[in-house]
């Protein structure tokens, strides 16, 4: 089982900053996509940033030039810097890891609250 655990969620005023966490543990394949995804009301979930083990990145268009993903592959944690944030950008975002090592695998946190307010 592999379990993920965010935090650094909160309030933020329009234009500020936040930086989220993910860690994992468990049974992880080495070679993973570690993401993140965010949530609202009546939506669906969509992809806000991800990073390979080897470390491609890629971004929401909505995401570029304003947030930036890394991680530390011994530490199986990924982080979300996220600057010149917008009201917007509030939703709930949840952390996501997966691979293939002949069977598909995914998991989930839990899900911080970003919320900004304008």
């Known amino acids: 089982q592999v379990h993920l655990v965010e935090s650094g969620g909160g309030l933020v005023q329009a234009g500020g900053s936040l930086r989220l966490s993910c860690a994992a543990s468990?049974?992880?394949?080495?070679?993973?996509?570690m993401g993140w995804y965010r949530q609202t009301p009546g939506k669906q979930r969509e992809l806000v940033a991800a990073?390979?083990?080897?470390?491609?990145?890629n971004y929401a268009d909505s995401a570029k030039g304003r947030f930036t993903i890394s991680r530390d592959n011994a530490k199986n944690t990924v982080y979300l810097q996220m600057n010149s944030l917008k009201p917007e950008d509030t939703a709930v975002y949840y952390c996501n890891i997966d691979w293939v090592d002949g069977a598909y695998w995914a998991y989930w946190g839990q899900g911080t609250q970003v919320t900004v307010s304008s």
């Open positions: 468990g049974s992880i394949f080495s070679i993973n996509v």
């Open positions: 990073i390979t083990s080897g470390g491609s990145r």
